[in-house]
């Protein structure tokens, strides 16, 4: 893949690295950030001073209208390191495509390109180190967009700062994961921001996730604003429900995040000669397929875990456990996309994108 390149990403490095204070082998995900940043400015209408800088604290105006009105974008994607001590990132287009379109949802400036990858690849040529090698750790890479601009007007700003940051992570276990199927508070409505991935559709989720807790669940299946009665997503994950020998997973729709990981489990499902539906499921269809026991599995995708298999659900006050597999479709697609992304398979789909 070739694109365009800038030329004059300003670059001031660290004066040491603290690479040498953190423990490879206990990285709680998301805790410890690599040694420098990338960072430039949209003002005057046009993204200007690119740099990678030394990881550090920002300075803006209290007024600044991300704190007001949650003009805030984010990404999260990774590289990975081959046994050869290559970079890899994996299908890192769509992030960029989708950083754009959330962009457009809540009025912000699109950017250009270049700016990303060759910020991308300015920054990650210097914290190379923060990559290990071995199946399962990666370099988890969080862009971000905020609104900069100050004053407390109720309107889109007309200066931002994009943002790359970057965080060691290690093969991600979440934990045993059950789920409870939501019935009354909603994610996302039908017209709204759910297909951004914008910071407010996360602060919107931590009440009722709370609520969720206490009953013993980690996270909430969301269902559709109007009826509650079709199956949309996890709070940070896409999910698949295996009936029978089946895959079904519901349509992306306005409501939904087109998750990268998503379309990759689907085109390996298929490419492994599994039957895959998209398709809108009833949460009546997931109950019924758990009583008469065609339901086999569910899972959610997405960059931080690829995927996390679900070990049971609970709806309106009922609970539901899913069966122990020898060999679930999770695991068994799971490993074929990380053997892509790590380059030890053939990349059939074209996915990988050497750095
Ligand atoms: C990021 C995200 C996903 C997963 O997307 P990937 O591109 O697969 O990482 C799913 N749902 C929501 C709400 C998300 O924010």
């Excluded at 990132?89 to 495509?97: A, Q, Y």
Aim: net charge negative; with cysteine.
């Amino acid at each position: 893949m070739t694109k365009e390149t800038i030329q004059d990403i300003h670059v001031e490095k660290a004066a040491s690295t603290r690479i040498n204070e953190v423990d490879f082998n206990n990285l709680t995900f998301g805790s410890v950030f690599t040694d420098h940043m990338f960072e430039c400015d949209f003002k005057d209408g046009e993204w200007k001073n690119p740099t990678v800088k030394p990881y550090q604290p920002l300075t803006l105006d209290p007024s600044a209208r991300v704190f007001h009105y949650g003009q805030a974008v984010f990404e999260g994607m990774k590289a990975y390191r081959d046994d050869n001590d290559e970079t890899w990132l994996f299908r890192p287009d769509e992030n960029f495509n989708r950083i754009n379109k959330s962009c457009a949802r809540l009025a912000m400036p699109e950017f250009p390109e270049s700016y990303f990858f060759d910020g991308l690849k300015t920054l990650l040529d210097l914290d190379k180190d923060w990559i290990k090698k071995g199946f399962g750790n990666s370099l988890y890479i969080r862009p971000f967009v905020i609104a900069t601009q100050s004053g407390v007007m109720a309107s889109p700003a007309n200066a931002y700062k994009f943002i790359i940051i970057c965080s060691p992570a290690q093969s991600y276990y979440g934990g045993e994961v059950r789920v409870k199927i939501a019935d009354h508070y909603s994610r996302a409505a039908s017209g709204g921001f759910g297909y951004a991935k914008a910071a407010g559709n996360y602060a919107g989720q931590f009440y009722p996730t709370n609520l969720a807790k206490e009953e013993g669940f980690q996270q909430v299946i969301w269902t559709d604003a109007n009826t509650h009665e079709y199956l949309e997503e996890a709070g940070t994950m896409n999910i698949f429900f295996r009936i029978n020998d089946k895959l079904v997973t519901c349509p992306i729709s306005d409501c939904i995040l087109d998750g990268v990981t998503r379309k990759s489990v689907i085109d390996m499902a298929k490419d492994m000669g599994i039957e895959v539906e998209v398709r809108p499921i009833k949460v009546k269809e997931v109950i019924e397929a758990a009583e008469n026991d065609s339901l086999k599995e569910i899972f959610g995708s997405g960059t931080a875990a690829v995927i996390t298999p679900i070990l049971g659900f609970g709806y309106k006050g009922d609970k539901w456990e899913l069966p122990k597999l020898d060999s679930p479709y999770a695991s068994q697609i799971k490993n074929k996309i990380m053997e892509i992304q790590y380059n030890k398979a053939e990349d059939k789909f074209g996915w990988r994108y050497k750095l």
